[in-house]
C-alpha cells in the first residue's frame, strides 16, 4: 500500500506485495505455531545486502529481534520477548490514505517494545493514527492465539483461525481452515498450497511452500516460532530473476532466546 501521490515511485515494480500465514494444531505435523513473514518489494534497489537481524534492548519496554535492513529505523517482521510475532502485507490503495499519520513500520516498533499480548498488540493498532491500507499478521506464543487485522486509516476488522474472508475488492475469497489464518498477493497458489501441505507443515516444509507463492520482487522470506523464539531468515540474492528470490536462497536458522540472557 502507498499513499496516491507515491504511486509514481513504483512505477515497472508489480512484485511489491507481500503473503503472510501463521499456522499451528492440526495444521502442523506437531501442533508448532508456525507464522510465516514473505517480504515481496523491490530486489532492484540491492536492500539484500544490508540485510541484519536487529537486537533491540530498550531502557523501557521489551526486548525485541527485528528481521531488517542496516540503516533503516523502522520494523516490517519481528518478535519480541513476551512471544508476540509480527508481519505486514499492503491491501491497495483505497480512498481516504493520508500520511499523515504514525507510518506502519514505526507502529512495529512501538508494538514490540510494548505488547505483552496480543490484545495490547491489537489496541495498539486500533488507537494509533493510521495512515495507509495494510494487513498486519500477528500471533502469541504464549496463547496460540493468532489473527489477521485488515485495515486502513478509518477502520480494522480482525480475521481469526478457521474465518472465511475476502480481498477488500471481492476479488478473492478465503475459505475457512482450521488452525490457519492467511493471506497474500497471489491467493489461489496460496490457498493451494496450504491445503496440499495441511497437517504436515514444519518449518523446513514451510520454507519449500514458500517457493510456491512468493512473488516477483521477493526480498525476504522469515519463518519464526513464535512459542520457541527462533527463526529461519533467506534473502534475496543480486542475480536477476527467478534464481534470485529470497525463496531459493538458503535458510539461517537464528535463536533469540540467546539475546535475552
Not at 505435523?29 to 518489494?41: A, N, P, T, Y
Not at 513476551?82 to 490503495?93: L, V
Not at 507510518?103 to 512501538?110: A, S
Not at 523446513?204 to 507463492?213: G, H, L, S, T
Amino acid at each position: 500500500s502507498e499513499f496516491s501521490g507515491r504511486r509514481k515511485l513504483r512505477v515497472g515494480w508489480d512484485g511489491t506485495s507481500c503473503t503472510n500465514y501463521v499456522v499451528m494444531g492440526e495444521a502442523t505435523e506437531s501442533g508448532e505455531m508456525i507464522q510465516v513473514r514473505i517480504l515481496d518489494w523491490v530486489r532492484e534497489f540491492g536492500m539484500q545486502e544490508l540485510s541484519t537481524v536487529i537486537i533491540r534492548k530498550p531502557l523501557r519496554g521489551l526486548n525485541s529481534a527485528c528481521f531488517s535492513y542496516a540503516g533503516f529505523v523502522g520494523c516490517v517482521t519481528g518478535m519480541n520477548e513476551s512471544r508476540i510475532t509480527i508481519g505486514e502485507k499492503g491491501d491497495g490503495d483505497p480512498p481516504g490514505e493520508n500520511l499523515r499519520g504514525m507510518p506502519f513500520v514505526f507502529l512495529f516498533r512501538k508494538i514490540l517494545r510494548e505488547a505483552r499480548s496480543l490484545e495490547q498488540a491489537i489496541h495498539i493498532v486500533r488507537n494509533a493514527k493510521r495512515t495507509c491500507a495494510y494487513w498486519y499478521t500477528f500471533s502469541d506464543g504464549k496463547t496460540r492465539e493468532a489473527v489477521h487485522l485488515m485495515t486502513d486509516r478509518e477502520q480494522v476488522r480482525l480475521i481469526g483461525f478457521n474465518e472465511a474472508f475476502s480481498h477488500r475488492d471481492g476479488t478473492f475469497h478465503y475459505p475457512p481452515m482450521k488452525d490457519a489464518v492467511f493471506g497474500g498477493a497471489r491467493p489461489a497458489k496460496l490457498v493451494k498450497s496450504m491445503q496440499q501441505s495441511y497437517g504436515g507443515i514444519t518449518a523446513q516444509i514451510a520454507q519449500k511452500m514458500n517457493e510456491d507463492f512468493s512473488g516477483r520482487g521477493n526480498l525476504q522470506n522469515v519463518v519464526m516460532r513464535p512459542e520457541k523464539l527462533d527463526a529461519w531468515i533467506a534473502n534475496a540474492s543480486l542475480e536477476s530473476g527467478e534464481k534470485g528470490k529470497a525463496c531459493y536462497q538458503p535458510y539461517i536458522y537464528f535463536d533469540f532466546k540467546k539475546y535475552l540472557d
